[in-house]
Structures are given as structure tokens and as C-alpha cells.
């Protein structure tokens, strides 16, 4: 899983998930979402991260069920006289919460087999992704580990001046923002002093070759993704 | 006041920064949005507790709008945005990217409809509404949300409504109106536009 190529694998994944919301069927999102979970233990994904990561999605998947057996399209509160309806209404929760685990089991597989930088890098080289945006995300994505130190540095400054803020402060934003653009301009100059302007056509540094499996992946995924939803009973 | 159309790497990563900042503030709101969640899972009002932060996807969108004031701009930093999310191994999968580009595409017909010529809270409010408007339509299909009850569906809106009108609108504008006081954006088009009244009321 971790050697396919990031966007065909990411395209083929983005298929599979579109098909499935054709479908009612919590069976069919489990087995999807059992799939996706021996594929990531296959590629060696750690059990302790799969399990901390499912953790928020178990709690939306509950929720989610909650609120489509409460309030299923066409059905009032529960009583004795709706009383037959609590099957359709089990049912419909489970459609929708087994949907969200599905789901994230696909988003999962793609987050935690691929290197990101690739993915941006294949975007480009395979999908044409314009040079100048590949350039940008990857300086962003440069900059994000140094998010949280320079968080903690905003609420330090407003506490020298005595002032207290909660952590989640709106009054934080303004200090993060003003960094955001020197920071902005810092990276831009450094880079187009480089030479990573647009229009420049540049080599890429590591140039990646499409084997048959990152192609034969979205097409077969997408169409085993279709025989089910074709062929599987609700 | 001549504006570039093209797209420089500044402001590209500008855009992209401004999707880092607001993945880091969505990251810590998120856990708050997952705790109301629980709270609310047992009344199957678990929908809304997300609901209530919505508009904070849609600040980087409308704040990279009122900075760079290009068309097109919103649009791109809710794709990068996304892309940042994707990076950060979203557990959407790669499906998030097509949320950034359907957000997107709401927040920048918001200041398409004033023909790129308004900044302001109105503008920008209508932005993060137009972009949670957009998303919920999708979310019918890709969410099934028409398994619900149309009063329930209602009322998700009317609050997502709210939080953009909060986070994409009132917060965003006063964050920027606050950042360019302090003087950094002198060279963005707002600076400039700010520049240029400055010496107007001078004359």
C-alpha cells in the first residue's frame, strides 16, 4: 500500500468513497472500513495509532447514530404507536454511523500510508499541479511544527503585560496573523531568490515514474467499489 | 488601484500559511467540538456541536480575500487550506480536498456578487454563509443527511449560519481591521488601498 503512487492512490480512494455513498447498507461500510483496516495493518501502521485515532471517530459515529434514530426523515417523537418504526430507525442510525467509521477507514489508509511530500509532488508531476502552489504548500506545511511554539509565545507575551488569555482566545489570532505574513514574505523572498518563481520551468529534484500497479489501482479499486455497491443487498 | 492578477508566490503562500494557522486553530477546537459531541450524543443533538464552530473552516477564506483582495483568492486558500488538512493526515482522506473546493467555491461567489469590489463585514459574513450553504448541500449526498428529519436539518444550518457569521465574519473582519493597523500588510493590496486613503485625507 505505502509504494503506490500518493495520487493515483489518492484518486482512486477519492472514487471509492463517492461510490459509497450511493448506498444504505451498514454491511457493505463495515466491510469497506474492515478492508481499509487490514490495510493498514498490512503496511505495518501501528495498532496503538489506529486505535487512538479511531478513539474521535468513535464518538462521532455514536453521535451521528444517536441523532439518525431520534430524528429519521419522516418520523415523529417516540411512542407506542411508533413504536414498529424503532427497527427503521436503528437502522437508519446505523447507516449513517457506519458511514463515518467507512470513511474514515479510506481517509486513514491514505493518511498513514503515504508521504505527504510525495503526494504534493506527484500532484504536480502527474496531475499538473501548478509549480508555484506545489512550491507554496510545501513551505506551509514547512512551517507548521513551528505553529505551537509560536502559540505558546503569543500567550506568553499577552502574561508579561499581565493580561490573561484562555487558550482559545480570539485575541491570540491577531499575533499569529501578523506572524503569518512576515513569515509569508520571509519564505517568499528566500524562495524566489532560489529560483522558485512561477513560469520558470524547473526539473522536478526527484522525478516519479508511474509503474502499471499505480495505475491499475484507481481503476481497480473503483471498480471493485462499484461491483459492490452494485451487487451487494441492502 | 491596478492589481496584478496573476498569482505571485508570496501570495500563494500567504494562503497557504493562513490554511497552517487555521488547521492549528481548528486543531484546538476541535477536541472542545468532540467533547460537547459526547455530551450531546445521548439527545441525538450530536450534529450541531460542530455546527457551533463551523465558521472557523471558513476564516482563512475570507481573511486571504480581505488581505489580498484578488478574485479568486478565497477560493484557493480553502483549497490550500484543505490541502494543509489533508497534509496533517485529516481523517477525511483525501475526500477533503473536495470539501475545500465546494467551501471555496461558496465563500468566492460571495464576493463574486459584489463584483470584487467589497471587503467588508457584509461581504465577508456572507462569504463564510455562502461557503457553509454550499458544504451543507453536499453534505445531503455525501452525509446522507436526507436521512434526517427536514426540521433538524433546518436548524443545523440556521446555526452553521450563525457560527459564519461569527468566526468568517465579525472575528475575521476585526482580526484583520487589527492586523492592518499594526502596518505589515503595507505591501498587500490592503495596505496599499489603506496607504492611498491615508494620503487622500492628508490632501
Partial sequence: MRSIDPACKAVGLLLCTLLLCLRHSPALNLAVFALCAIGLLTARVPLRKLALSMLPILVAAVGTFFTGYYFAAGSGSVNAQTLNLLGSR???????????????GLGFLLAYTTDKVRL????????RLPAV????????????????????????AFAARGVRVSALSPALLRPLLVKTVRWSEALAVAMESKGFTAGRPRKPYRPLVLRPVDVLFPILSTAAMLAAVLLVPV | MEQSRGWKLRDVIMMAILGVVFAAVYLGVFYVGLAIQGALAPFGLANFSFET???????????AAYILRKPGAALITELLAAAIELLMGNSGGVVVLLTGLIQG??????????RYRRYDLLSMALSGMLGGLFIFCYELYYLQYYLLAPTVL??????????????AGLLSKLACDGLAKTGVLKSYAVGALQQADLLADED
Avoid: D
Fill in chain 1, 90 to 104: 436503528v437502522y437508519n442510525g446505523l447507516v449513517l454511523s457506519s458511514r463515518v467509521v467507512a470513511f474514515a
Fill in chain 2, 154 to 167: 433546518l436548524a443545523q444550518l440556521a446555526v452553521r449560519f450563525v457560527s459564519a457569521f461569527v468566526f
Fill in chain 2, 105 to 114: 467555491l461558496g465563500c468566492e461567489l460571495a464576493f463574486a456578487l459584489f
Fill in chain 1, 120 to 127: 504534493v509532488q506527484s500532484l504536480q508531476q502527474h496531475f
Fill in chain 1, 133 to 156: 502552489f506545489c512550491y507554496g504548500l510545501l513551505a506551509a506545511w514547512g512551517i507548521f511544527p513551528n505553529m505551537a511554539a509560536e502559540y505558546r509565545k503569543a500567550r506568553a
Fill in chain 2, 53 to 63: 464552530i463551523y465558521g472557523v473552516w471558513f476564516m482563512a477564506a475570507t481573511i
